[in-house]
Structure formats: structure tokens, C-alpha cells
């Protein structure tokens, strides 16, 4: 007999949000699955392999900002999820994590498939439950319930993240052929009800007497969803030289009036003086480009982070304040605030438009390589496709090459390649339109499984650069010069994608320059009944040399 608190676990899940569970299979954990596989308003899949089962549940939640459940048996089963655990910490993505467990005396009694589950998500974790394992008080139950209640609250709240609940589970372990599951009986609900946080009249005043000190005013947002009220609130502020707006490719806040090509002269000597800020303010998550936080470390600004709660991390070694209120509310009120200082917002605009007139040529007289190849893609990936990408080259990339209007997402809350793939599966889930994932071969093969599901991915587009090896490690300065480059950092391996394609019956088509990319892209976005692999193949030292190549273009341009 399946035991009413694992039912009602289901119940206080779906009434508190959680539309979807990913569940990998086990006898330990079949009542917390059936729970949930039975729950009429819980839409339910199968992932055989945990780690790339989170990572699912991540592009899932991801893209609805809702929890979604993860149920996995005890064991090694649970140290798996542990990757992409540690992606939603630090992306701040909410899912709740089910674990099934021996009893605890049955811990550490050489039992199969048992391991020391408590707290086993470490500090990438936001809380950790332990579940009652038995029920023979009436208080149990209602710990049991609370557990539930609290979790959930504390996965949605800001900074959302995951929590663990760990569930003892005691033999019989499957209900009796008849037995039905009662999800009517009412469950006791703790909502948790937040307002929004708006500046106060008297914060105002201390905060406008502050920026008063300041003249040259440097937006920098981080990681975040798209957000067109905050995107108007941006534009307002640079259209009018009152601040410079700088944006990353994962911020989805790149516009015509905020910086988009930083990346490329932020680190040029020769501009540091007309360029360097006096305050610099962020919100959101990480930023991409090394050179924008060097010169941003160098420039000694103070430095003042908004966000409504929570830990507030010191990326340029010069925080001074932090201010808790909502984004939009602390934009509106730097429009109404702030001066324009035309000299500041023209040094950076007059090197942001040379870049705009001055790249794409540049680009086109490149020689074929996975730079160009990206700059091809970018512009045939249709408006409404939501764009994953790898680390590390494929999200680089993508941020030299400027201006997005996509949605782009990319796991920087750890920058591990082991669930791009897997992420991407996730968000096609989750939407009709496509799905473009654009990887570098490492990042692919890793996460292999990230296809080995019965669940339709038809709209999803996949882009792999494929260089035969990791080729950010002949990129950077460090492992460049060793001689032992490629066999212990490049990896070079021999794999391609046509194999995999054949083996999960993908469409696919090989590129090996423009000519046959183009051909590839005419019918890459054409309906189909089965996801699809665009294979650009290159080589490793090629696309070093095109990359050094296009940059001393640039720099000659300036
Ligand atoms: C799980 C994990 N292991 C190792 C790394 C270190 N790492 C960063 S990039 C990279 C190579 C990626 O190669 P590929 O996917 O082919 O992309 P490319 O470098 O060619 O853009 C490695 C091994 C990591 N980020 N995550």
C-alpha cells in the first residue's frame, strides 16, 4: 500500500505549482513515482539517466520559472543529479529534489544500493528535508506536510534554488493491483505571499544625494530571462546619455541603444581613460565577457548591486552598496534622477558604431572557420527560436558577435559542459517553437544522452561545431604554449555527428564550408517529424588562426 503522505506529497506539489516531474526508474522510489505518474495535473516523463534527467528538469523550470520535481531511487542515482544541482543553485532556478532512501538503521549495513544520503547536495543546496519513515503518530503527518510546504516555499523563494527531500522507504514498495490513490483529501496549503519592494521616499533622497557625486554612470546586467519593461527602461536611460548600458549576449537586454561589442576595445589600452566609470551598477546573474570584468576591476569604480534579496557577490572587487528593491522600480527612478553627460555615452557610442560598420566586413573577408560559421547561423535562426548554447566557444562566440533579439540561454551558474544538451531537451519541452542548441563537440558527446528518451523534440535544431577537440584550450594564452596542448587539454577525439544521428534517427547535414552551410540552413528551419543536426566541421588550429586574424583586423580599425 502506497502511504497517504507520498500521495498527498504529490497533491501539496501540484497545488503549490509544479505542472512537471522527471522521474528515473527504481523499486526504492516506485511509490513517490506512481505518486506522481497517477496525479491527474502533473504532466510526468521518464529519464533513465539522473544526470541528464536534472538537467532536463533545469531547461524545463528554466524556461516556465516554476519548480519542477525530480524523483530518483537511493544510491549512486542520487550523487548523478548532483552536476546540475549545483547549474540551479547558482542560476537560481527552482527544483525540487526527490530522493528515495533506505530507513536510516539501514545505513552504512552493506545493503545494496545505499549511500549516505543526508545532505548529499552539500552547500548547492537551499535546504535539506528529511522525511518522516514512519507514520504511527499523528504528528508525523503533519511533519510531513510541513516538510513538503516548506520546501517548496523556500525553492521559489528569491534567489530561487533547488532543495533536497530525502524520503526513508520501507518495504512493500508497490500498491496492490486495485489500489487506487486518493488525491481528493484535503491537504493543508502554506502559501507564501510576496509583495514587491519599491524604494521609499526617504531611500530616494540618500540615493539621488549619492549619485549626485558621480559622472560617469556604467549599466552592467547580468544573466537574466528577457524583460521588455526593464529593456525600456535601459534604453530610455542611454538614448538620453544619462547612463551607458552594456550588455552581455545572456542578459537578453542587447538593443540598439545599449554597447553590444565591448568585447572588443574595453580591453585596448588606448580607450581606458574616456572609457573607465566612475560608478557602476548591475543587477541580475553573471556576466560573459573576461575583458568587460577585467577593465571593470581595473577601473576601481565603486560598484552598487540591485537586487530585491539575498547574496550579493563582489564580482569587480568594488562593491559598495547594495540596494534591495525590485529592478524596474530602482530604473524608473534613475530616469527620473540622473543628468545626461553627452561627452561619457559618446566615447563609448562613437567605438560601438565603429564596430557596427566595421565587423561585418571584416567577418565576411574571414576565412571559413567556426567564427564565421556562427555569424552565418545567427542571422537564419528564426526570430522565435530560443537559442541554447554551450560552453564554452559557442557562448563566446556569440557574444563577440553582438546584437541578439533571440532568447538566449546558456548554464554560466557553473559553465560545465555536462548538460547543455540535456538543458535544451528540457526547454523544448516546454515550447512548440524551435529549439537551437549550438554546441562544440566536447559539450555534445558529453551529455550524449540528453537524447535517449521516448518524448517528441521535433522542433529542436541542433548546430555542433565540431573541431575534433575542446578548441577554447588553443584560444587561451596558457595551454596554447604547453606541448602537451592536445592530448591533455584540447582532448582531440574522433567522433561526428552523423553517427549519433543515424542512431537516434535525426536529420542531418555536414558543412565543411560556406557553401554547404548555406545549402544546410535553406531547409534546416522546415517543419519536420524529427529534430535535426546542422554538423559544421573544422579544424582546431584553423579557427585559433582565423580568431587572431579577425581580432587584429579590429584592432586595426580603432
Ligand atoms: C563538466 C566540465 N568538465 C570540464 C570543463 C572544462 N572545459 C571547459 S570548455 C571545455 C572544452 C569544450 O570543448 P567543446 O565542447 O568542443 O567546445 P569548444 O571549446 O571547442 O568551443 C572543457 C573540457 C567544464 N567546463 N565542465
Known amino acids: 500500500m502506497v502511504l497517504q503522505p507520498i500521495i498527498e506529497l504529490a497533491s501539496i506539489c501540484s497545488q503549490k505549482g509544479v505542472k512537471n516531474a522527471i522521474l528515473s526508474p527504481g523499486s526504492r522510489c516506485a511509490p513517490i513515482t506512481l505518486a506522481f505518474a497517477r496525479h491527474p495535473d502533473i504532466k510526468t516523463r521518464t529519464i533513465s539517466d539522473e544526470r541528464s534527467a536534472a538537467f532536463i528538469a533545469l531547461g524545463i523550470a528554466q524556461q516556465l520559472e516554476q519548480p519542477v520535481v525530480l524523483v530518483c531511487t537511493s544510491g549512486s542515482a542520487a550523487y548523478n543529479y548532483a552536476p546540475a544541482i549545483a547549474e540551479a543553485y547558482f542560476q537560481q532556478i527552482p527544483l525540487i529534489v526527490i530522493t528515495a532512501d533506505r530507513p536510516p538503521e539501514w545505513i552504512d549495513q552493506w545493503d545494496g544500493q545505499t549511500i549516505r544520503q543526508t545532505k548529499i547536495y552539500g552547500k548547492h543546496v537551499k535546504g535539506f528535508f528529511q522525511f518522516p519513515d514512519e507514520f504511527g503518530h499523528a504528528d508525523k503527518v503533519w511533519h510531513a506536510n510541513r516538510i513538503v510546504n516548506e520546501a517548496i516555499n523556500l525553492a521559489n523563494q528569491f534567489p530561487a534554488g533547488p532543495v533536497h527531500i530525502n524520503i526513508p522507504m520501507r518495504e512493500p514498495f508497490y500498491p496492490e493491483k486495485a489500489e487506487s490513490f486518493d488525491y481528493s483529501k484535503p491537504v493543508r496549503i502554506i502559501e507564501a505571499l510576496v509583495t514587491e519592494q519599491k524604494l521609499s521616499e526617504e531611500s530616494k533622497e540618500r540615493l539621488a544625494e549619492a549619485l549626485s557625486g558621480f559622472k560617469r554612470i556604467l549599466i552592467v546586467p547580468g544573466q537574466q530571462r528577457p524583460d521588455s519593461d526593464i529593456q525600456h527602461l535601459l534604453d530610455d536611460l542611454a538614448k538620453n546619455g544619462k547612463a551607458v548600458v552594456v550588455t552581455d549576449t545572456i542578459s537578453n537586454l542587447q538593443s540598439d541603444p545599449t554597447v553590444n561589442h565591448h568585447d572588443h576595445f574595453v580591453g585596448n589600452e588606448h580607450f581606458y581613460e574616456k572609457l573607465r566609470p566612475d560608478l557602476i551598477l548591475t543587477f541580475g546573474k553573471s556576466i560573459i ?36 528593491c525590485e529592478v524596474r522600480d530602482f530604473l524608473k527612478f534613475l530616469n527620473e534622477t540622473l543628468t545626461a553627460n553627452s561627452r561619457f555615452a559618446s566615447s563609448w557610442n562613437t567605438l560601438e558604431n565603429k564596430m557596427r560598420q566595421g565587423f561585418p566586413s571584416i567577418m565576411e573577408s574571414a576565412e571559413f572557420g567556426e567564427y564565421q560559421a556562427i555569424s552565418i547561423c545567427l542571422k537564419a535562426i528564426p526570430a522565435t527560436s530560443k537559442i541554447q548554447l554551450a560552453n564554452s566557444m559557442a557562448v563566446r562566440y556569440v557574444n563577440f558577435l553582438g546584437k541578439r533579439t533571440q532568447e538566449i540561454m546558456c548554464n554560466r551558474g557553473t559553465s560545465g559542459i555536462d548538460g547543455s544538451s540535456s538543458t535544451a531537451v528540457g526547454c523544448a519541452m516546454t515550447t512548440e517553437e524551435f529549439v537551437t542548441l549550438v554546441t562544440g563537440d566536447m559539450a555534445f558527446f558529453y551529455d550524449r544522452n540528453a ?53 537516434f534517427g535525426f536529420g542531418y547535414h555536414l558543412a565543411l564550408d560556406a557553401e554547404s552551410l548555406n545549402i544546410g540552413l535553406q531547409d534546416f528551419y522546415s517543419k519536420s517529424t524529427v529534430p535535426k543536426i546542422l554538423e559544421i566541421q573544422s579544424e582546431s588550429p584553423k579557427n585559433a588562426e582565423i580568431l587572431k586574424w579577425i581580432k587584429s583586423k579590429i584592432q586595426e580599425r580603432f
Open 451 to 503: 537524447f535517449w528518451h521516448n518524448y517528441p523534440t521535433s522542433h529542436l535544431r541542433i548546430i555542433l561545431l565540431n573541431n575534433h577537440a575542446g578548441g577554447i584550450f588553443r584560444l587561451i594564452e596558457g595551454p596554447a604554449k604547453q606541448p602537451e596542448l592536445e592530448e591533455y587539454f584540447e582532448t582531440s577525439q574522433k567522433l561526428d555527428g552523423r553517427s549519433l544521428a543515424n542512431e
Open 289 to 324: 565577457s573576461k575583458n568587460l570584468k577585467l577593465f571593470l576591476r581595473k577601473s576601481k569604480a565603486a560598484h552598487w548591486h540591485v537586487q530585491s534579496a539575498g547574496y550579493v557577490p563582489d564580482t569587480f572587487q568594488s562593491l559598495t552598496r547594495t540596494i534591495h
